[in-house]
């Protein structure tokens, strides 16, 4: 049995003055056992997630919906909720960003933190049968997505206790993800997937560099490999959507791995 993908097309969020499209994803027998609670993961680009009709690259989308249903089968994974959130469109750099920059702008992840935290999650919890507790709350995307899963990550361990971080934009404003990491001082670390394409070096600006400088501080502020990091440099891969797609499964596997008794 497939699961089940359900379009909202009028989130409306007062931090971010508007309305935002979700579509959320409910594993194979939700509707059935009416009992069962489960752990949530809250994905960045949402027209990127399930859809290559709203994909940012037409017919190229991460298949999440396929994946997840795949693994379910095999039993390689506990069953979660997706919550794919549509970006701002033009004003996504502004919304993924934790600071503005002179030449990019930027800077407004405030906002889109207050609408997770303070009106997402709550909503969430009070129409669908989610675990409470960041150890069942997950944060991922790509690029600045993927940045933005991170900064949140870092600054609100409380909320979000596990995190994708897949080609994360390190680079921006002279890679301030790595301040935010310095300045990391909590008892609890997320669970954190970080990856980036061997072919991803060259552009934007350096990104296989920065992100293995990440890991190594990640690693110096007591991260374990294994255990609460998994890092992976894709061989050949790009900076596309093609390219997390085809690492979701790995992610997935990682951050919701099966447990063998319930």
């Known amino acids: 049995m497939p699961g089940e993908l359900i379009t909202v097309e009028d989130f409306h969020s007062i931090a971010l003055a508007g309305k935002r499209t979700l579509v959320v994803y409910l594993p194979p027998g939700y509707r059935r056992d009416t009992r069962r609670r489960y752990p949530v993961l809250y994905m960045h680009d949402g027209q990127n997630i399930f859809d290559g009709r709203t994909s940012y690259v037409p017919g190229e989308h991460w298949r999440l919906k396929e994946t997840a249903d795949h693994l379910l089968e095999r039993r390689r994974i506990e069953p979660l909720i997706i919550v794919a959130i549509y970006h701002a469109g033009e004003h996504r750099v502004m919304e993924y960003t934790p600071t503005r920059t002179r030449k990019l702008g930027g800077g407004g992840i405030a906002s889109h933190a207050a609408m997770l935290t303070k009106e997402l999650i709550p909503w969430m919890a009070a129409r669908y049968r989610t675990l409470p507790h960041a150890r069942h709350t997950a944060l991922g995307g790509s690029s600045l997505g993927g940045l933005a899963a991170l900064f949140l990550g870092l600054t609100q361990p409380g909320v979000f206790g596990r995190l994708a971080a897949m ?49 190594a501080m990640l690693v110096s502020k007591g991260w374990r490999e294994g255990r609460s990091l998994h890092y992976l440099e894709a061989e050949g891969a790009g900076h596309s959507e093609r390219s997390w797609a085809a690492r979701a499964p790995q992610m997935l596997e990682w951050l919701f791995p099966r447990k063998t008794a319930r």
């Open 167 to 215: 080609s994360p934009s390190v680079w921006w404003d002279q890679r301030v993800i790595l301040r935010t990491l310095e300045k990391f001082n909590h008892y609890r670390r997320p669970k954190i997937w970080l990856d980036i394409g061997t072919e991803e070096g060259a552009a934007p600006f350096g990104a296989v560099r920065d992100v293995r400088l990440l890991k």
